[in-house]
């Protein structure tokens, strides 16, 4: 199972784009990068999964390089209903999610 | 949204006492999970199921036991509460498993144990 690396927590004020970094030097060559989010009181929710090089929807950007060992996930011009956890994962195989701590991205007006 | 549903959303309860809390889902996946989530731990996984009447063990499992008789329905039970297991605990659920499912979250329990 992968271990991914992010920031505890990021600062970022409206309008602007937020870009997310997380490290994951021993990913496997199936796994996926996995983001979800998680707004206060509520349970996380899937964003955006990619493999490699980069994926959009209309949610967030994810980029991931050519050697896989990190991904940047991109949110693009904030509001203040951006504020939550975003979480980095790479499930691996056939074991369940494991969750770190998450990134808390807070967005000031 | 995944049709997940938990009971009770809030339970405050004393030590001692026995607590079950029910995830119910209309989806008819094969797969649902209990997690705890505590200020600076993030989530963290206690029990999953991968089908009828099979469980395996997550991180965090000690003092929790579960039960899976249904599809639909997966118990978590507290045999005997204590002030540490004060949490807030989410059902989830996925298809399947591999390097790209995707997991769905129920509303979340709040539990307090005094």
């Known amino acids: 199972l992968a271990k991914t690396t992010q920031p505890i927590s990021m600062d970022s004020y409206e309008g602007q784009e937020v870009n997310i970094t997380c490290s994951h030097n021993?990913?496997?060559?199936?796994?996926?990068i996995t983001w979800y989010q998680q707004f206060p009181s509520q349970g996380p929710r899937f964003i955006i999964q990619g493999y490699k090089t980069k994926v959009t929807n209309e949610v967030a950007s994810l980029f991931i390089p050519a050697d896989r060992k990190s991904s940047t996930l991109s949110l693009p011009r904030v509001s203040l209903s951006d504020t939550a956890v975003y979480y980095c994962l790479a499930p691996s195989g056939n074991t369940p999610l494991v969750f770190g701590k998450g990134t808390r991205l807070s967005v000031i007006a | 949204d995944a049709g997940i549903t938990q009971s009770p959303r809030h339970k405050v309860t004393e030590t001692g006492t026995p607590v079950t809390l029910r995830c119910h889902q209309t989806?008819?996946?094969?797969?649902m999970y209990w997690y705890r989530q505590d200020p600076g731990h993030g989530l963290r996984l206690i029990h999953y199921?991968?089908?009828?009447?099979?469980?395996d063990k997550g991180e965090v499992s000690d003092g929790y036991s579960v039960s899976r008789s249904k599809t639909e329905d997966f118990l978590l039970t507290l045999e005997s509460a204590t002030s540490s297991q004060t949490s807030v605990y989410f059902c989830a659920i996925s298809e399947s498993v591999g390097p790209s499912y995707e997991q769905y979250f129920g509303p979340g329990t709040r539990l307090t144990v005094t």
């Open positions: 989806e008819n996946h094969r797969y």
């Open positions: 199921s991968y089908g009828v009447k099979d469980t």
């Open positions: 021993n990913i496997a060559t199936n796994d996926y």
